[in-house]
């Protein structure tokens, strides 16, 4: 990490780590009851959360009218075993019974008394003049959030320790699943199980391992569920979760691909030229990632992360490797995909010999062209007055592909390019690809059935050894949503160790995949039979005709 990433040039509620460190003692390991120092990365995770914005009106009759702080909400990415639950308790605590909500502008002499919050720990703040100053939630309701019971006691066992231990037992009673807070405030747990806790007015949510959260296990809803709950109390929201998987649509991904500049993120992956695969390079890895949690014993991760590694090596590098890789199962890793994008922009003159791939919808998923030429590069061509890239989203067009648009585009690239080649994949087009045939030959536009299974596997194989293996000379033109297709795309074991394409979710589309996979496969093909045009056979281009017409 760059020394300067930890400057704090910024206002933020101090106050809030300071009430942590006063409040919440150590809840486990041979320090247990001591007092708990937050280490630098928590720190700065902290006062980040809690950054005021500079132009924050405080409004004494109601504190939360407006939104002082800098950010909504957070997400906090790291491996495993750096202390993310103690330290979520802490902030769940703060939450509960701390100064978390700002309260105005510090002048000369102000200071924040526990005495006056309901804690008899005799604890006094002392405000910088200017310092943004702190208040109480009147009634906090926090929601801890996870997969299971057994996720959410990571925090909440640690939330009970630090109230037993420390001086939060004169506000706050433990219950098994719950903690009473005053009078009427409380924190609460919240899994698939408990969904009838919802809809309550949180002040907090704590979402824990948000890279498991999915439509399937119906936690995404519970997310956005619980957001939208906070965000009508004007509080706020916080994850935490170890690297996700790129192939499962999460919250944690949605969340760090979002574009919205209100979130805090860190993640702080280690170099990418090290290999977690090389037993050195690992512990290298590890090394970064570990720095500053002097709790973590690097024999240890590298044991287990190694055990872990010889049955499932892509889960060993995300939690213990810090690394968003794809899970067993991912087609093709989205980052060598990437490795294969040429680094400026190629332009394919008119008149260049290409195969077409092409896989057609309807309603629901996407209809796609991709070209290749000869050499190996393969690119998403444009169409029409304004160059649209041959991609189709029926959620652009009211619902469903305009097959109108499509038609114009397969006559614009016949007629641009020198089409050798075009395998289609007729479901739900089959009137289309013979009149696409009929126009320009049979021996030029076939139907290629992806249902046929030793020809989809082989065809599925030949792109990834030649996105994969060190000599090819395969290239692309970095298409954004062929590549967030080709991430998505996963093997689907079929008999005689063979496997399809299929979605991780019926919104994470891979259509664009399979026209890469069919462009490919029909370049290979016209290659294999020597079909590829020679140089005295190109087409030239006729700007009186807009057509092209052979030498």
């Not at 019971?149 to 004169?170: C, F, V, W």
């Not at 995404?220 to 939208?228: C, D, F, I, L, P």
């Not at 790129?246 to 290999?275: C, G, H, I, K, M």
Request: glycine content about 8%; proline content about 7%; charged content about 25%.
């Amino acid at each position: 990490m760059e020394p300067d990433r930890y400057v704090v040039d910024f206002l933020t509620l101090w106050i809030v780590p300071d009430w942590i460190e006063r409040h919440c003692p150590q809840p486990d390991r041979f320090g247990r009851g001591g007092p708990m120092r937050l280490y630098e990365k928590q720190l700065w995770w902290t006062v980040n959360h809690y950054r005021v914005k500079p132009t924050a009106l405080w409004v004494p009759e109601n504190p939360i009218l407006g939104p002082a702080f800098h950010y909504r909400r957070s997400q906090i990415i790291g491996p495993q075993k750096i202390g993310k639950g103690p330290w979520t308790a802490g902030i769940c605590l703060a939450e509960g019974g701390g100064p978390v909500l700002f309260a105005g502008w510090a002048e000369v002499g102000d200071v924040y008394r526990c005495e006056d919050n309901g804690c008899g720990c005799g604890w006094v703040y002392h405000y910088e003049p200017g310092e943004p100053k702190g208040m109480r939630w009147p009634t906090p309701l926090i929601q801890i959030t996870a997969t299971s019971e057994d996720q959410t006691d990571n925090i909440y066992r640690h939330i009970k320790a630090m109230i037993r231990l420390g001086p939060l037992s004169d506000l706050m009673r433990v219950g098994e699943d719950m903690v009473r807070i005053g009078l009427e405030g409380e924190i609460d747990t919240v899994t698939t199980g408990a969904l009838s806790k919802l809809g309550n007015p949180v002040t907090f949510a704590a979402q824990d391992e948000t890279g498991l959260y999915n439509d399937s296990n119906k936690l995404r809803k519970v997310a956005e569920t619980q957001r939208r709950g906070a965000a009508g109390m004007g509080g706020r929201s916080m994850e935490t979760t170890n690297p996700f998987d790129p192939a499962e649509d999460s919250v944690a991904q949605r969340t760090f691909e979002s574009a919205a500049e209100d979130v805090f993120r860190s993640y702080e992956p280690p170099p990418a030229n090290l290999s977690y695969r090389n037993k050195r390079e690992r512990r290298r890895i590890h090394a970064f990632n570990y720095a500053g949690f002097p709790h973590v014993n690097l024999d240890s991760i590298d044991a287990e992360a190694a055990e872990l590694a010889e049955k499932d090596p892509e889960q060993a590098e995300r939690y213990y490797g810090n690394r968003m890789v794809y899970g067993q199962g991912t087609w093709l890793d989205g980052d060598k995909w990437q490795a294969r994008a040429v680094t400026v922009p190629r332009l394919v003159p008119a008149g260049t010999a290409v195969v077409l791939g092409f896989d057609g919808s309807d309603v629901d998923d996407w209809t796609g062209i991709r070209a290749e030429t000869e050499d190996g590069f393969q690119f998403t061509p444009t169409y029409g007055p304004d160059q649209l890239p041959t991609i189709w989203n029926p959620a652009e067009h009211r619902g469903q592909v305009p097959r109108l648009e499509v038609a114009a585009a397969v006559d614009e690239l016949f007629a641009r390019y020198t089409v050798v080649r075009m395998y289609a994949d007729p479901p739900d087009w089959k009137s289309e690809i013979d009149a696409w045939a009929a126009e320009h030959g049979e021996k030029v536009v076939i139907r290629w059935e992806t249902y046929r299974l030793t020809q989809v596997h082989s065809a599925n194989e030949r792109l990834h050894k030649d996105v994969t293996k060190a000599d090819a000379t395969f290239t692309h033109d970095g298409c954004g949503h062929t590549f967030t297709h080709v991430k998505n795309a996963r093997k689907l074991a079929r008999p005689g160790k063979r496997y399809i394409l299929g979605k991780p979710s019926q919104t994470q589309k891979i259509d664009l995949a399979m026209c890469s996979v069919l462009a490919h496969e029909a370049a290979g093909d016209v290659t294999a039979a020597k079909a590829w045009p020679s140089p005295a056979d190109d087409l030239i281009y006729t700007a009186s005709t807009t057509r092209y017409g052979r030498r």
